[in-house]
């Protein structure tokens, strides 16, 4: 099992700034891969940004630029920086990790999600 702990959102006016930090414990020696995923009201879940275990990184076009993933490997934890943010990034955020459980197969981890909220 893995279990992991979102925090650092909260209300940021338009252009504004927040890191979401994701701390991940249990059994994260087999995790190849976590990110953040995002879900506004009325919307579906959608991928924000990953990062691999060797560091390679990967965003959604809407991010690209404005956020930036990264991971303290002796913290076991992920952080998400949201720069220029928009209301239109009002959202719950998730912390996935993706567990090699054999080769070809995984088995995903949601921590409870981080409210963003970006309003004037």
């Known amino acids: 099992q893995v279990q992991l702990v979102e925090s650092g959102g909260g209300l940021v006016q338009p252009g504004g700034s927040l890191r979401l930090s994701c701390a991940a414990s249990?059994?994260?020696?087999?995790?190849?891969?976590m990110g953040w995923y995002r879900q506004a009201e009325g919307k579906q879940r959608e991928l924000v940004a990953t990062?691999?275990?060797?560091?390679?990184?990967n965003y959604a076009d809407s991010v690209k630029g404005r956020f930036t993933i990264s991971g303290d490997n002796a913290k076991n934890t992920v952080y998400l920086q949201l720069n220029s943010l928009k209301p239109e990034d009002t959202a719950v955020y998730y912390c996935?990790?993706?567990?090699?459980?054999?080769?070809?197969?995984?088995?995903?981890?949601w921590g409870k999600g981080t409210l963003v909220t970006v309003s004037s």
């Open positions: 996935h990790a993706r567990v090699v459980v054999v080769s070809g197969t995984f088995v995903h981890y």
């Open positions: 249990g059994r994260i020696f087999n995790i190849n891969r």
């Open positions: 990062i691999t275990s060797d560091s390679s990184t």
